[in-house]
């Protein structure tokens, strides 16, 4: 089933190491089928070099298996309930990357002193409560940082002791989002290091978002 969307999902797996954003086998990403619903998502416990279309794992809305010889991702629930709530989104990534769950770590939204941030997340990176792994419980969090925390624009929230999900309109979309998240997370980091940092006027940064999502690129 889904062979195409099995084969991008499997392939673009392999960005989260190549990227610094895992370790071992932690984090994932999933891909939903618009037209079947049916959400395709890494299976549990195999390293990322194992991966490829054949055992990714295929679960309905619902986050029952549909195709699969695997055990799904601990965090299917997550992405299940995110795909409900949210229909405008056909891909989500789970990562544990370092210096965004630093801030996890404290609680604490990344605050936006980048131009990088505000072009691609229009303003802080909000970070959600805390909440247990393997039901709906994280997803649910997600989805309400989402939509009512301190920026509604964010395809990214990092979640308190946990670590980083991003949403995008396809897995690959997402992908970018988690990369971008973990590199302005650095930044900020180090910036914080060497004194205060300036800050970037709200007006300011709705202008460079909107020229970033408008007007940048082909």
């Known amino acids: 089933m889904l062979e195409a969307l099995r084969k991008a999902v499997a392939d673009l797996h392999a960005e989260l190491p190549a990227n610094n954003l895992v370790t071992w086998t932690s984090g994932n ?8 619903g049916l959400v395709v998502i890494k299976p549990s416990g195999l390293r990322f070099e194992q991966l490829g279309p054949e055992n990714m794992v295929v679960v309905d809305e619902n986050a029952a298996i549909v195709e699969s010889n695997y055990k799904a991702s601990s965090d299917t629930a997550t992405h299940c309930y995110i795909y409900r709530e949210m229909p ?12 965004a ?12 002193i980048l131009t990088a941030m505000a072009d691609e997340f229009g303003g802080p990176i909000p970070c959600g409560g805390f909440a247990l792994i393997g039901g709906e419980e994280i997803g649910r969090e997600v989805v309400r940082v989402l939509r009512e925390g301190s920026n509604p624009h964010s395809p990214a929230v990092i979640m308190q002791n946990h670590g980083v999900f991003t949403v995008g309109p396809t897995p690959l979309e997402a992908v970018k989002a988690a990369i971008m998240c973990e590199d302005v997370a650095r930044t900020v980091f180090l910036a914080y290091q060497l004194g205060q940092p300036l800050p970037i006027s709200a007006d300011d ?14």
């Open 29 to 36: 990403i999933s891909g939903r089928d618009k037209e079947s």
């Open 88 to 99: 405008e989104v056909g891909g989500i990534v789970h990562t544990h990357s370092p210096y």
């Open 101 to 112: 769950t630093a801030w996890a770590a404290l609680g604490k939204d990344i605050p936006c």
């Open 205 to 218: 940064i709705a202008k460079l978002h909107k020229r970033y999502t408008t007007v940048y690129g082909q």
